[in-house]
């Protein structure tokens, strides 16, 4: 994984991209992906590396940051530097593209469908990817690093006033509102909700 944290650390540096969602991100969200492949028993290596690679690159194209086409670009032509297939590399691609919960929830309150996109054979691996970013935004303290980064000069008292907001209206919902289903991740879940109402309780983070 080397290789893909220094061109996440190539792209930080390109697009400017704080570190709520930078390298830290994209390893714990790797870590998170690693435990849901265990339980889950992926044991295709074609579709570890799929799910691992996805977890690690999920926000280099995002929005906030970046023009998403153009970044895209970029590490489709970096994943066949990297000898991935054509296919391989616009699967991964399309992935990461498909993950962001905003504009899933979007979608769903636009259609009444559900938004999650048909990824054929690597369909598991991008709920995998979906879940294990979910997992990482029960972190309050990435949550006070966005809020900072996106609106800075506010006092420390409006600052988590907006992160508990965050945290009522989305993040505490993602498992009684369906965001969250596979199995081990509502029981990762369940863990990480205490904790984050602790430290929301608390104004601190544990982590």
């Known amino acids: 994984m080397e290789i893909v944290y220094h061109f996440i650390e190539e792209c930080c540096e390109r697009y400017t991209i704080d570190e709520s ?8 969200t790797v870590a998170w992906a690693e435990k849901l492949i265990a339980e889950e028993g992926v044991v295709d290596p074609v579709e570890r590396r799929m799910i691992l690679w996805s977890a690690a690159l999920h926000d280099m194209c995002d929005a906030k940051y970046t023009n998403p086409v153009e ?3 970029d590490i489709r032509k970096w994943l066949i530097a990297c000898k991935w297939s054509a296919f391989e590399a616009e699967t991964l691609i399309r992935i990461i593209l498909s993950t962001s919960y905003s504009k899933l929830k979007t979608q769903w309150k636009a259609t009444g469908e559900c938004p999650y996109p048909d990824h054929g054979i690597f369909t598991r691996a991008y ?3 979906r879940h294990a970013d979910l997992l990482e935004g ?3 303290r990435r ?6 980064h996106r609106l800075p000069g506010k006092t420390e008292e409006d600052y988590w006033t907006l992160v ?3 945290f009522h209206n989305r993040v505490l919902q993602y498992v009684t509102d369906g965001w ?3 199995p081990a991740a509502i029981r990762y879940a369940v863990e990480l909700d205490k904790i984050a109402r602790i430290d929301l309780e608390r104004e601190a983070w544990t982590a």
Do not use: N, P, Q, W
Not at 143 to 148: E, I, S, V
């Open 180 to 182: 969250l289903f596979l």
């Open 138 to 140: 029960y972190s309050v």
């Open 164 to 166: 508990k907001e965050v």
């Open 71 to 73: 970044a895209a670009e």
């Open 127 to 129: 709920h995998i990817v």
């Open 21 to 28: 969602h930078g390298l830290r991100h994209a390893k714990d």
């Open 143 to 148: 949550c006070m690093l966005y809020t900072r």
